[in-house]
């Protein structure tokens, strides 16, 4: 299925959305006493150059099904919380031990590792607390909330985003199928889904969108580390550490096969969606830009 | 007034926490099992299993059935405030925090597992206290459990458990910590998550505003009182009778009730707060309130 690129401008949607729930994150989190853990949880939350992927794909999966955007703007927001929650404990000296994130030091290097933690500890509940004192009651029933509080809890719990971390710290080489999936797709798959749910998708609507969101935080993943060697091998310096990645496992080439499957299988599912006609074209663009990186959000 | 709050002579305080404890422990253990990846799960249901006093979910449910609720329509909650209780012990165990290795008798968890799965298996305790609450919860209208949510992400972030935390790691070697800030760290760092446990009990428990509000009254109180017999244990108690280590609190140099008021002053604020929280219960059936009044002589008279 190919969409003219002249009707639809993914670029502008993103840029859009991503003013309008950094304006709500920024709202979120107030300072007050004790200020220093609001700074930390700020720091990494509101870091400039955040894409804001998990919401924009979220907003997105909401106006699939017809459901007014305001209605996935609280889920969103907290989808953000809880991301910057994990991304600021992975990279903690006892786990990933990463000095920077997104462009600037980690979390931990300018608050200090006991502020990390607890940033983190605040920030999770802070994301549900979120959806539940501000998604428009009249928009959205309750007993879907809560399959959404579930989604997400399951996403970056024991199974999910932890598994992969753990994986990723502890495993072996053979698990980087699982650790991608988990890592980097298991964000992806819970914005789609939190979008579907808050709109009352069926059940069958949902588990096309797990698997859809699932492919594109993977593919979104590959290409990144792909990106990263290409751009290591002008430089003139090879990847040193075999990393738990498609590229440092089976090298470029496989990686590049692996992204073309994914932005394959991510399509193939959407084209379940044909019923809701245009309004499923945010979600084929998300896929072409997550494997072509067309234009650059966020970060410029 | 005093005759009216004792407890009734046919209470058997022992043989409810014992019969409590267990449906808790019970239903703990069912609420974590050894999925992959096993090392995670393990480290959760170390922590979580070690056999704590289960005071948390215990006042969840006593709250629940105060109010007209059954047990059941509380324990994926009281299973919840326990999840994040165990989390927090595990997060303040580690190295950059308190740096402890004992905790409930046994080795801290990043002892066990390392820092790392000692991390991740906080992080996912807290996930699973509210993937338990919102799917496990049945019986209670969706609008409650979504209140119960909220109240519990409030108590355990940084308007309540993590607040405390962070004025507690930034007090301690402080010579000037005056009594406001050492009540600020213990209403944020025990009493919220005591608190937010009754209120969960009481908001599923189908129980109307007012009593939920007197019940968090309660909470409050008995959350203070918590902290001023922990610090009153912490020097007068051993760490064998304590199971955790004894005089850490002097060692760390941090701020305690003992320090600031002496021990029998302390004493006396205990009483006070004990007599405060039941007065709360007054207005409630007694036979139905003698397990909540009992919870609170039990954290009053404690001697670990």
């Given amino acids: 299925l190919s969409i003219p690129s002249t009707q639809f401008d993914l670029r502008t949607y993103w840029t859009t959305l991503i003013e309008e729930i950094n304006q709500n994150l ?3 989190i107030p300072v007050q006493y004790p200020d220093i853990i609001y700074e930390a949880m ?9 894409k804001r992927a998990p919401p924009v794909m979220c907003v997105a999966a909401c106006e699939l099904f017809g459901c007014h955007r305001r209605a996935a703007f609280p889920t969103a927001c907290a989808l953000e919380m809880v991301h910057a929650a994990s991304l600021i404990h992975d990279d903690l000296p006892s786990m990933d031990d990463d000095p920077s994130r997104r462009g600037q030091p980690s979390n931990h290097t300018i608050f200090g590792v006991d502020m990390a933690i607890l940033a983190g500890d605040a920030l999770f509940p802070l994301g549900f607390q979120h959806i539940v004192s501000h998604t428009p009651p009249d928009l959205v029933p309750e007993p879907r909330l809560l399959r959404v509080v579930a989604e997400i809890a399951r996403a970056v719990g024991s199974t999910g985003m932890a ?9 072996g080489y053979e698990t980087v199928e699982f650790v991608q999936e988990k890592k980097f797709g298991e964000m992806g798959e819970c914005s789609a889904v939190c979008g579907g749910l808050l709109a009352g998708a069926g059940d069958e609507e949902i588990q096309r969108l797990r698997r859809y969101g699932r492919a594109v935080g993977v593919l979104y993943q590959v290409v990144n580390d792909v990106l990263k060697e290409k751009m290591k091998r002008e430089k003139g310096d090879e990847m040193k550490k075999k990393e738990k990645s498609y590229v440092g496992v089976f090298g470029v080439d496989r990686a590049l096969e692996v992204a073309e499957d994914l932005r394959a299988k991510a399509k193939r599912e959407l084209d379940g969606f044909e019923k809701y006609g245009e309004s499923v074209v945010p979600l084929y663009s998300f896929v072409d830009y997550a494997a072509d990186r067309g234009f650059s959000v966020g970060d410029q | 007034d005093e005759i009216q709050n004792e407890t009734p002579a046919t209470f058997d305080f022992k043989a409810y926490m014992l019969q409590k404890g267990n449906s808790v422990n019970q239903a703990l253990d069912q609420s974590v099992s050894l999925k992959e990846p096993q090392k995670v799960h393990e480290a959760m249901r170390y922590s979580l299993l070690a056999g704590g006093k289960r005071v948390r979910p215990v006042l969840c449910i006593a709250a629940c059935e105060l109010v007209g609720g059954d047990e059941s329509k509380a324990m994926p909650a009281a299973c919840g405030v326990e999840m994040i209780h165990t989390m927090s012990l595990i997060h303040d165990d580690l190295p950059c925090m308190d740096n402890d290795d004992l905790r409930r008798g046994k080795p801290t968890n990043h002892k066990v597992f390392g820092e790392d799965v000692a991390v991740l298996a906080g992080d996912a305790l807290l996930a699973l206290a509210f993937e338990h609450i919102a799917s496990a919860t049945v019986g209670v209208a969706p609008a409650r459990i979504i ?7 409030r108590s355990i972030g940084s308007e309540g458990l993590v607040a405390g935390q962070v004025v507690d790691i930034g007090s301690t070697g402080l010579s000037d910590v ?5 009540e600020f760290i213990h209403v944020h760092k025990t009493a919220a998550l005591l608190e937010g446990s009754v209120v969960l009990g009481a908001i599923l428990g189908g129980g109307a505003d007012e009593e939920v509000e007197k019940l968090r009254k309660f909470a409050r109180c008995i959350g203070l009182l918590f902290q001023v017999v922990d610090d009153i244990l912490d020097v007068t108690m051993s760490s064998q009778e304590l199971g955790k280590t004894a005089g850490k609190d002097l060692v760390a140099d941090k701020v305690t009730y003992p320090k600031l008021l002496g021990v029998q002053k302390s004493r006396e604020l205990a009483e006070q707060l004990n007599k405060e929280a039941k007065d709360q219960l007054s207005g409630f059936d007694p036979e139905k309130a003698a397990p909540l009044i009992a919870l609170a002589n039990y954290i009053a008279y404690r001697q670990n």
Avoid: C, H, P, T
């Fill in chain 1, 26 to 28: 920024n709202e979120a």
């Fill in chain 1, 42 to 50: 700020r720091y990494s939350v509101l870091a400039k150059g955040a």
């Fill in chain 1, 163 to 171: 598994a992969g971390q753990f994986l990723d710290l502890e495993g």
């Fill in chain 2, 147 to 153: 209140r119960a949510i909220g109240e519990l992400a």
């Fill in chain 2, 178 to 182: 005056g009594l406001e800030q050492l």
